[in-house]
């Protein structure tokens, strides 16, 4: 049987799958859409969440980033993590308390005002819309490699399939299809690293083959990766960085930013009780941790085996003649992400760090500069490829990223159309809307948000992970200090917390555009995307960090200066902060 | 009521008390061991790097894991003490 048929088996198997579970739960009532009548239990839940979590950006997406970034890329692993700690601590319970339906509903309560109720909602979408951004370019690669089509196809029958399949269903649908989805793509993701790990080290457990000995050298893993990769002329893999300020901040952009993602907080209105939403965020983090800690291993030998691909005789030696490629280079050359480019004429593939301070050394070799450009994006997938695994192993690790970008673009739009519909419609422009009225409005919502994503998708501002990175700075900048303080202070008041707000997103949607380009539209940059450029060295990826912190600052300065809060709201503060007489969560 | 009011105080008090503890570990994991004191703990070995890394890509991960159930724990056992807990 041909690969392309194995990986059709694969992925056709798993959609049907999630299709006839969707099918099987849809939703029937606009609470059930929206929530899943609130009876879900803790580890299902958590399931649900790493599933609806962890995206193309986590599962194809991060590791070939690490891979070619090492130590300095470990800021993806600790950040998208370390979120988690916030969430449980400083939101979920609370808002779980509180009761309502989505994020906005908690920030216009809280702060007795539609005004801010809608800055929220334009936080949300914008934060949301370019999240979805990153999973469709992570979606567009997988089906490009797997059904063997272009890059821009791959991403438009991606759009067609995530829009059919969310619309479908709604929360109720994505719960139980989620816990599925997680089940797939984390056997998808770790049984290639368990082969890889045993080719390599001889040690089962990836995360543990990481910091063992190298089999066939006899030195440590990480340290053979850092000579054979010196020899190129790139950066060892374990190199400390320099701009620690920026690595900092990047770090706290992603772990703020996961904390004020609406899909993934509204995720915490589905467990029964406040209690159970501290654990969800527990068994939540377990089984994101399972990818997390495998990913870094992942990375680092992906990384040495590519090098032994080309360079077969080790990196001192010629490295190997274009003619003779394995075939997962051709298979990837097909969609573009791949390409060679024989610049020296020896009809041989040099891969390696065209740097002036390798340049006495490539004159040396007789190189004219690297030939070989490997998109990050497609490690992950390729990496069984890499490694010579079995046909089914590649068809399971296809299902498995599809698995990872549709249920995050799914909880996405779930979480951009009750935005839409329930807050924007429902909550502003038409309170007497019909149940049906408010679905059919979910459902357009959804639609364009897919178009916009897919249109943007097409050049989109950097690999999967950075795209969403963005999406996190902006939600870290605008929606995690709104909500927290809301929780923890009484003192705040609605002009704070909307002039907060709106500093926070301007200023971190400012700072991206100028060096991404204006509402990511290619080509309308401001300056170039280089660290020389960078103020303080601060990279756009990095600062939602500082958005947040103008955001704090804005809010206190403003509420210190105007009135406080009237008391049923400083009541209503309180009320969140005590578990009891919590219900289920409730429609207005 | 005077006492309600005192013993919903001290429960919050205990909460905050818990979160800034858990998050001065999290900070040091992460941002400390991970990322600014790397250099300081360069000398000890792990599998062909250093403790920073390892911090960096694994051990910040599980004691994040470690803080979160510690945190739940803790305070679902606080809500019963308080009396504050859902019947």
Redo the contacts between chains.
């Keep these: 049987m041909s690969q392309f048929a194995i990986n059709m088996i694969f992925v056709v198997g798993s959609f049907a799958l999630y299709i006839a579970i969707a099918i099987w739960a849809r939703a029937g009532s606009t609470k059930e859409f929206y929530v899943a009548g609130g009876g879900v239990h803790p580890v299902m839940n958590g399931m649900a969440t790493a599933a609806d979590w962890m995206s193309a950006a986590s599962f194809i997406s991060m590791a070939g980033l690490i891979s070619v970034g090492g130590y300095a890329n470990s800021t993806y692993l600790m950040g998208w993590t370390g979120g988690y700690v916030l969430l449980a601590m400083l939101l979920a319970p609370y808002l779980r308390k509180f009761g309502k339906f989505t994020v906005p509903d908690f920030i216009g309560d809280r702060f007795y005002s539609s005004g801010a109720r809608l800055v929220a909602v334009a936080c949300l979408i914008i934060a949301s819309v370019t999240y979805v951004i990153g999973q469709m370019t992570g979606a567009g690669v997988a089906f490009s490699r797997f059904l063997e089509v272009s890059s821009d196809m791959g991403l438009i029958i991606a759009a067609v399939v995530v829009f059919m399949y969310a619309v479908l269903g709604g929360m109720k649908g994505i719960t139980y299809t989620q816990v599925a989805q997680y089940v797939v793509l984390i056997v998808a993701y770790t049984i290639p690293a368990v082969f890889i790990s045993l080719q390599l080290t001889d040690t089962l457990l990836p995360p543990i083959g990481l910091f063992s000995e190298h089999t066939q050298s006899g030195v440590p893993l990480l340290q053979k990766l850092d000579e054979v990769v010196r020899e190129l002329g790139f950066v060892d893999y374990t190199a400390d960085v320099d701009n620690k300020l920026n690595m900092v901040l990047f770090t706290l952009s992603l772990m703020i930013g996961t904390a004020g993602l609406p899909h993934v907080i509204i995720r915490f209105f589905t467990v029964p009780k406040v209690a159970d939403a501290r654990w969800s965020a527990g068994w939540a983090l377990v089984f994101i941790a399972i990818l997390y800690l495998t990913a870094p291993a992942v990375a680092s030998m992906a990384r040495l085996n590519l090098m032994t691909t080309i360079y077969p005789a080790g990196p001192t030696a010629d490295a190997i003649q274009y003619a003779e490629r394995p075939d997962w280079i051709k298979n990837w050359e097909k969609t573009g992400l791949i390409k060679f480019e024989d610049l020296n004429g020896d009809g041989r593939v040099q891969l390696y760090n065209h740097t002036p301070q390798f340049a006495e050394k490539a004159a040396e070799r007789g190189w004219k500069g690297n030939e070989l450009t490997v998109n990050n994006d497609i490690l992950v997938l390729a990496n069984p490829e890499i490694a010579n695994l079995p046909g089914w192993v590649v068809g399971l690790i296809a299902a498995g990223g599809l698995a990872a970008a549709l249920s995050t673009a799914a909880g996405l739009l779930l979480a951009i159309s009750s935005a839409v519909s329930h807050d924007l419609i429902k909550g502003s422009i038409n309170p007497n809307i019909s149940e049906k009225g408010e679905l059919r409005a979910a459902r357009i919502s959804m639609g364009v948000a897919i178009v916009v994503a897919t249109y943007l998708g097409m050049n989109p501002p950097g690999f999967a992970a950075q795209t969403v990175a963005l999406a996190f700075g902006i939600a870290a900048a605008s929606i995690f200090p709104a909500l927290m303080m809301g929780i923890f202070s009484k003192r705040i008041n609605s002009k704070g917390a909307i002039c907060g707000m709106l500093a926070g997103l301007i200023s971190t949607c400012t700072y991206i555009f100028l060096y991404q380009g204006w509402f990511f539209i290619p080509g309308t940059a401001s300056f170039e995307n280089i660290p020389a450029n960078w103020f303080f060295g601060i990279s756009p990826l990095s600062f939602g960090a500082v958005g947040a912190l103008i955001n704090f600052t804005v809010a206190f300065v403003v509420s210190a200066v105007t009135e406080k809060p009237p008391v049923h709201i400083q009541d209503l503060v309180e009320s969140v902060r005590f578990p009891r007489g919590a219900g289920t969560a409730v429609d207005h | 009521m005077a006492d309600d009011k005192h013993n919903?105080q001290a429960?919050?008090q205990a909460?905050l008390r818990?979160?800034i503890i858990?998050?001065v570990i999290?900070t040091v994991v992460?941002?400390g061991f991970?990322?600014?004191l790397?250099?300081m703990l360069a000398g000890i070995e792990?599998?062909?790097?250093?403790l920073?890394?390892?911090f960096?890509?694994?051990g910040?991960?599980?004691t994040?894991?470690v803080?979160?159930?510690f945190?739940?724990w803790r305070?679902?056992k606080l809500?019963k003490e308080y009396?504050?807990?859902?019947e």
Excluded: C, H, K
């Design positions: 919903a429960y919050w909460n818990l979160i858990s998050l999290w992460s941002y991970g990322i600014l790397r250099p792990v599998g062909g790097t250093d920073g890394f390892w960096a890509q694994q910040s991960i599980l994040y894991i803080l979160i159930f945190y739940a305070m679902n809500d009396g504050v807990d859902e």
